[in-house]
């Protein structure tokens, strides 16, 4: 599917526009953050740019405010970033920002609303029951061994745990707990792990992903060499373009705009079983949407910047008067 452009077409000052790169913050996932946000201010800069670094803390409406920014560039994983929280911020202080908005974003982080969102978009997702730290122990499987216990508000694989045996659930459980007060145990998926990039309206070329483990776990995330990457996917096309379909219809079912990574195990007779949405995937030149732009012909400066413009073009705020022209 290609990209379709906005008959109207913007064209920015950029000599006249600050871009807050808002990054760091205070979850499980900040020194990612902070990769992702170092690498897309060093990209928004050699496009041209006037870029401002921010570290985002508990008094980061005062820094915003200080900062004068025209346009916010969201480089934040996980709570309090990725959630909706910083976004409904943004939207009080009437400052356009990149990526999906309040609603999306805090469905797409919980894991339980967004499989009971892919279920009634009739999107193939693995069975699951979700558990809250005043229910009943669970002593046992309902899907048999191997099983997935996972937090139902993590990203980066942070809490996750392949149970192999009913000697490991409980300590898998009690760990989840640690990270969300609501957990999921899920049925594991033999196969492969695939994902696709979600970018404007197209579903970028897929990324298989071979971690060298077996899991992909944040080890095998974020460890250089400990995980293979193949883009395009060796997979038919066929399958490819399914693949593809269900991210997109992932992606607009749960409302979000802009960019997504959407998450996908790839069974053994090969049927897709989608895992989650991303709604701030990294954002290195190594990470995996931008690989999978780069095969579709955009390079990383290239990426970051129509992503930005993509929130600038959207017109939330009058901070931009003077300094967009609109033909």
Not at 42 to 54: F, P, S, T, Y
Not at 95 to 120: E, H, N, Q
Not at 266 to 277: A, H, M, V, Y
């Amino acid at each position: 599917m290609k990209m379709t452009d906005n008959p109207k077409k913007a064209h920015f000052h950029k000599d006249k526009l600050k871009v807050g790169v808002l990054m760091g913050g205070w979850s499980d996932e900040r020194e990612i953050s902070l990769k992702t946000g170092k690498a897309v201010a060093h990209a928004l800069k050699v496009r041209g740019w006037q870029v401002i670094e921010i570290d985002v803390d508990r008094n980061v409406w005062e820094t915003i405010r200080a900062a004068g920014i025209d346009v916010a560039f969201l480089a934040l994983h996980g709570c309090f970033g990725e959630d909706g929280t910083i976004q409904g911020m943004l939207e009080m202080m009437g400052i356009p920002y990149t990526g999906s908005g309040v609603l999306a974003s805090s469905l797409a982080i919980d894991k339980i609303f967004t499989k009971i969102i892919l279920r009634s978009f009739q999107v193939p997702t693995p069975p699951f029951v979700d558990l809250e730290e005043n229910d009943q122990v669970m002593d046992h499987s309902p899907f048999g061994y191997p099983v997935v216990v996972k937090p139902s508000s993590q990203g980066s694989t942070i809490g996750i745990h392949i149970v192999m045996s009913k000697s490991e659930l409980g300590p898998a459980i009690s760990d989840a707990f640690r990270y969300a007060q609501r957990i999921l145990i899920e049925e594991f998926i033999p196969g492969r792990e695939v994902t696709v990039g979600i970018l404007g309206t197209e579903a970028l070329p897929i990324v298989e992903i071979k971690p060298r483990s077996g899991f992909y776990d944040f080890h095998a995330k974020y460890s250089h060499g400990e995980t293979e990457y193949l883009c395009p996917a060796p997979i038919d096309d066929g399958l490819s373009n399914t693949i593809q379909e269900f991210g997109l219809k992932a992606h607009y079912a749960l409302g979000c705009r802009d960019l997504s990574r959407v998450d996908f195990r790839l069974r053994e007779d090969g049927k897709p079983f989608c895992l989650e949405i991303n709604t701030i995937p990294g954002m290195t030149d190594t990470s995996l949407l931008p690989k999978a732009a780069k095969v579709r012909g955009l390079d990383f400066p290239e990426l970051v910047e129509r992503i930005l413009i993509m929130g600038l073009s959207r017109g939330q705020s009058k901070v931009t008067q003077g300094k967009v022209m609109v033909s």
